[in-house]
Nanobody
Framework: QVQLVESGGGLVQAGGSLRLSCAAS????????MGWFRQAPGKEREFVAG????????LYADSVKGRFTIARDNAKNTAYLQMNSLKPEDTAVYYC???????????????????WGQGTQVTVSS
């Protein structure tokens, strides 16, 4: 069992930046693939980015590629999402998630992630 706590959300103008953090309670943080998802009002939760256990492999949704960067610090049990050039359409609640199953590529499938944080609101004004 692992508990995830997101932080770093807020209100930012279009073109601005935010960095989200996800602190994990697990002492064995390195065994989890980490992902970031988001959910806008009236929409389904969607994949944003994922990172493998050692950080050697990443995956991004097309909508954020080139603007967002996912990273992790296994010594600090923390995952990050650096968001640059933010757009109003990035407005959503952002969730971090952990996948405990050893797989090949990083998954973008919501149902394959076992643990979820409570979410942090990101609002981008135009």
């Amino acid at each position: 069992q692992v508990q995830l706590v997101e932080s770093g959300g807020g209100l930012v103008q279009a073109g601005g930046s935010l960095r989200l953090s996800c602190a994990a309670s697990a002492r064995t943080f390195i065994i989890y693939t980490m992902g970031w998802f988001r959910q806008a009002p009236g929409k389904e939760r969607e994949f944003v980015a994922g990172i493998s256990r050692t950080g050697g492999s990443t995956l991004y949704a097309d909508s954020v590629k080139g603007r967002f960067t996912i990273a992790r610090d296994n010594a600090k049990n923390t995952a990050y999402l650096q968001m640059n050039s933010l757009k109003p359409e990035d407005t959503a609640v952002y969730y971090c998630a952990a996948d405990r199953t050893l797989r090949g590529p990083v998954s973008s499938t919501t149902s394959l992630y076992d643990y979820w944080g409570q979410g942090t609101q990101v609002t981008v004004s135009s």
